[in-house]
């Protein structure tokens, strides 16, 4: 019985990666969710309740909870991190608070299992902008500025990434860097394809819907993609509302736009 574990499950891509789940007529699944608030996770995904397609368990409980991490992760055979943020602070390490005790778990898993143990399959969900092997910006210096503006979360991508990658040189997980683009519609259901790549050009937006869709079946591909990164791009049309949330985040955002 598959067991799938989602970290973050009220987000866009948290609740795009549900949807496509319980969609997804994998045999057996259960399907386990971390989020914080239970009400704001089935006030956006009712289905959850009714579903026959898996065995849902949710855990109620901030990452900082040990006991409820675990038990979301115990036995899980892929793991979808998508605790994440996308308020532009200096300060941010929300990526490398999750990776921590995410690994902690394993090493405990591990150590209680011993030569039974399997390392899972974790889908680390970072950015294009940081593949240097698959293109989206319109230009170079829009991509250098791009980077300069999300310096916080990019670096707090690749710290987490880091830990991940000593991780599995470990034998603790297998990890797949998953890169988006710009994503939109984090409420929305709309879907209108999507490919997957590890080199050339890809589209600069992209639905969530699709982007959860991707998730699921490159863990699905697991033994092709591991230890590996791969691009998202979209194949139709994406309304572009990049500027209009770029606009919010930074309104939102408490950073000051210093050089690094």
């Given at each position: ?117 399997k390392p899972p399959v974790v889908l680390f969900n970072r950015s294009m902008a940081l593949n240097p092997d698959v293109q989206f910006m319109p230009s170079p210096l ?119």
């Open positions: 019985m598959p067991i799938h574990a989602v970290l973050g499950g009220t987000g866009g891509t948290g609740s795009a990666i549900i949807r496509c789940l319980l969609s997804s007529q994998i045999p057996n699944l259960r399907i386990n969710i971390l989020v914080r608030s239970k009400s704001k996770l089935l006030k956006a995904i009712p289905q959850l309740e009714s579903t026959s397609s898996a065995i849902v368990t949710i855990f109620e409980a901030p990452i900082s909870n040990t006991d409820a991490f675990q038990a979301c992760l115990n036995g899980a055979s892929t793991i979808y991190v998508c605790i994440a943020t996308n308020m532009a602070s200096r300060t941010n390490a929300i990526a490398c608070t999750t990776a921590a005790p995410l690994i902690a778990a394993l090493e405990h898993f591990r150590k209680e299992q011993g030569s039974e143990y829009v991509k250098r500025f791009t980077v300069w503006i999300m310096y916080g979360i990019f670096d707090d991508l690749l710290k987490a990434l880091a830990l991940y990658t000593q991780a599995e040189k470990e034998g603790l997980l297998t990890c797949i860097t998953v890169d988006p683009p710009a994503i939109m519609e984090p409420n929305g259901t709309e879907a209108t394809g999507y490919k997957l790549l590890q080199r050339g050009k890809a589209a600069p937006m992209i639905y969530y819907a699709d982007f959860g869709r991707a998730m699921v079946e490159i863990g699905q591909r697991r033994e092709e993609f591991g230890g590996k990164s791969v691009g998202v791009s979209a194949t139709g049309a994406v309304r572009p509302e990049v500027l209009i949330n770029l606009w919010r985040m930074l309104q939102g955002s408490r950073m000051r736009l210093t050089p690094f």
